[in-house]
């Protein structure tokens, strides 16, 4: 089964990195998106399984854009992707609803653990 994922970050080269980093062996169809505001229109018209969400972005942020997946009840699983590493950030992004929170740069190894741990793989 395919699974749908977007990948949203304001560098291109961050977004080219994650997709690098997903493991060859799992069937995604992959979007990406530039900023909060562009992510959000995409989960509001079609489902994703899986959003992989820099928090520091223009336009709206990260944290805006799991506040705004929570009010509007959008399902689908984040995985924030931050070299903000502060422990009260990684709180505050689990208390929106994150799944993890991975250190930016995300290593293959490491995404490819939490999805398993998360039944992705």
Known sequence: MTS???????SNMARKQVVRSLPSHWPVEVQTAKNGLEALDILR?????????DLTMPELDGLGV?????????????????????PA????VLELGATAF???PVEAET????????GFL
Request: aromatic share 4%.
């Open 45 to 53: 018209s079609q489902a994703i399984d899986v959003l992989f969400l």
């Open 102 to 104: 991975l250190r930016k």
């Open 89 to 92: 950030m990684q709180v505050k």
């Open 111 to 118: 995404l490819m653990d939490e999805l398993q741990v998360h």
């Open 4 to 10: 749908s994922v977007l990948i949203c970050d304001d």
């Open 66 to 86: 799991l506040q705004k997946i929570q009010e509007e009840g959008i399902s689908c699983s984040v995985f924030v992707i931050s070299a903000d590493v502060q």
